[in-house]
């Protein structure tokens, strides 16, 4: 399977509760973790033991912290060869603050993220040795830009891989990414914004419908809506003892893109998805330690 994401190195400091607009708050120490939508799913994908193999499409800055992020993804068993790095430009960087209720505020600077374009997805994936197939998954985030979201999904396409697209950020979902008819991940609230519906299974059938393909909703601690061609499917999400939902989605979305790569049934693979990203939110940081 196939990821094409950002790369970040997350600061995480934990304070006793989220500040607000024009508010200082006071935290603990400032920990480093590692990050980014893409790194984070491709690392949940290859350590999901799908038997998957797990390639990693994005881009770094030529410094040390790409170094240092691209040697833990490699360590947790991702190929990072296709993994460009852009002279000049610093590596992602992603600021969190984690309240004690476990909820989390975070900001990102793109940096080399940013510089991942529609022509490196292609040229990078077209080194893909053997070549993309129909049994291949291609996983995209909404960390990299629609251009190079729109070549990944273009690729899989071609071959007739399933195509995946967490948006996350949300923002609006253009026609060359719409046509290609995406699985789509969102939280809650990316799909009340994206589908501009107050209810989740209302905006669930919204997006439904804008794309014909599958929409899996993720709703927290309430686990996930799935819904396809027949009546929504509620999946819930195991009892944990949370300590930090950063990262969990990103968990979610590995495991689910490596549980259908490895030929489970969609239903079966949002199972094991929504529960692995439940166990996901009992350690702090977005990756399991």
């Known amino acids: 399977m196939i990821v094409v994401g950002s790369v970040n190195a997350d600061w995480v400091v934990a304070v006793p509760r989220l500040p607000g607009p024009g508010e200082t708050a006071l935290g603990g120490d400032v920990e480093h973790h590692h990050g980014g939508k893409g790194a984070n799913q491709a690392a949940a994908a290859a350590r999901a033991g799908a038997g998957a193999s797990v390639v990693l499409v994005a881009a770094v800055g030529e410094d040390e912290s790409g170094e240092r992020e691209l040697a833990a993804l490699a360590a947790d068993g991702v190929d990072v060869?296709?993994?460009?790095?852009?002279a000049g430009v610093a590596t992602g960087l992603a600021m969190i603050t984690v309240a004690g209720d476990s909820e989390n505020q975070i900001v990102v600077a793109s940096g080399a993220n940013a510089r991942l374009d529609g022509a490196l997805v292609a040229a990078a994936l077209g080194r893909?040795?053997?070549?993309?197939?129909?049994?291949?998954?291609v996983l995209a985030c909404n960390e990299v830009g629609d251009e190079a979201i729109a070549a990944a999904l273009a690729a899989a396409g071609h071959a007739g891989a399933t195509a995946l697209l967490n948006p996350a950020?949300?923002?609006?979902?253009?026609?060359?990414?719409?046509?290609?008819?995406?699985?789509?991940?969102?939280?809650?609230?990316?799909?009340?914004?994206?589908?501009?519906?107050?209810?989740?299974?209302?905006?669930?059938?919204?997006?439904?419908?804008?794309?014909?393909?599958?929409?899996?909703?993720?709703r927290g601690a309430a686990g996930a809506l799935l819904l396809g061609a027949g009546d929504p499917l509620a999946i819930p999400a195991p009892p944990t003892t949370p300590v930090d939902t950063t990262g969990a989605g990103d968990v979610l979305n590995g495991v689910l893109a490596a549980r259908l790569a490895a030929g489970d049934e969609l239903p079966e693979a949002a199972r094991r998805a929504v529960a692995a990203a439940s166990r996901a939110t009992e350690w702090r940081g977005a990756r399991e330690p």
């Open 81 to 86: 060869s296709l993994v460009a790095r852009i």
């Open 128 to 137: 893909l040795d053997p070549p993309l197939a129909s049994d291949d998954v």
């Open 169 to 218: 950020p949300a923002r609006p979902l253009p026609p060359e990414v719409l046509e290609r008819r995406p699985l789509l991940t969102p939280n809650e609230h990316e799909a009340r914004t994206l589908a501009d519906r107050d209810g989740v299974p209302e905006a669930a059938r919204a997006l439904h419908a804008l794309t014909g393909a599958p929409v899996l909703v993720t």
